[in-house]
T-cell receptor
Framework: GAVVSQHPSWVICKSGTSVKIECRSL??????MFWYRQFPKQSLMLMAT?????????EQGVEKDKFLINHASLTLSTLTVTSAHPEDSSFYIC????????????FGPGTRLTVL | RKEVEQDPGPFNVPEGATVAFNCTYSNSASQSFFWYRQDCRKEPKLLMS???SGNEDGRFTAQLNRASQYISLLIRDSKLSDSATYLCVVNSSGDKLTFGTGTRLAVRP
């Protein structure tokens, strides 16, 4: 299957700092990338959908000014958690799709964020 | 009502057992259905898509009942390596996936 990487795999930061997470599709062009968040013992929750070259579409309740998404190329999307707080500590997972209504989403390995 | 509902388990079964998971979804317009497997602290991985006619992949069989809006996954001859959380996933709007909270399976020796 297609390969999606995320960097970093884990990060610990102080409250108030910003953290950038990268998501890359390594062997295909991802027209659409998705960002999810998963809290312990909960399901993955979609945060936003981003299409290359256009603004991301955020799900209800997700602050776009806090979670900045940039999808500047067909192989890279970044999520920046601005002014992170302890309640932002979570497992952030991206997925990438080459497009199409039922096209498979390939998931990155996730980034575990801990905000102290 | 949640869009996708699953029994969280855990299901604790011996090796070799057959175990079945069910999942219900609320959006009757949903088009695509999947089972994903997620190991602890890892990303979800696609186990299989679920088709209306039902489909089988080795020891795994998936069924879809559109009239009742439920999906099932049957695992035969359970292995220790099957221990994981099984996520029921529905594509109900465009290309957005909605995940259930998962059903935890523990296979014991």
């Amino acid at each position: 299957g297609a390969v999606v990487s995320q960097h970093p795999s884990w990060v610990i930061c102080k409250s108030g700092t910003s953290v950038k997470i990268e998501c890359r599709s390594l062997d295909f062009q991802a027209t659409t990338m998705f960002w999810y968040r998963q809290f312990p013992k909960q399901s993955l929750m979609l945060m936003a959908t981003s299409n290359e070259g256009s603004k991301a579409t955020y799900e209800q309740g997700v602050e776009k000014d806090k979670f900045l998404i940039n999808h500047a190329s067909l192989t890279l999307s970044t999520l920046t958690v601005t002014s992170a707080h302890p309640e932002d500590s979570s497992f952030y997972i991206c997925s990438a799709s080459s497009g199409g209504y039922t096209d498979t989403q390939y998931f990155g390995p996730g980034t575990r964020l801990t905000v102290l | 009502r949640k869009e996708v509902e699953q029994d969280p388990g855990p299901f604790n079964v011996p090796e070799g057992a057959t175990v079945a998971f069910n999942c219900t979804y609320s959006n009757s317009a949903s088009q695509s259905f999947f089972w994903y497997r997620q190991d602890c602290r890892k990303e979800p991985k696609l186990l299989m898509s679920v088709y209306s006619s039902g489909n089988e992949d080795g020891r795994f069989t998936a069924q879809l009942n559109r009239a009742s809006q439920y999906i099932s996954l049957l695992i035969r001859d359970s292995k220790l390596s099957d221990s994981a959380t099984y996520l029921c996933v529905v594509n109900s709007s465009g290309d957005k996936l909605t995940f259930g909270t998962g059903t935890r399976l523990a296979v014991r020796p």
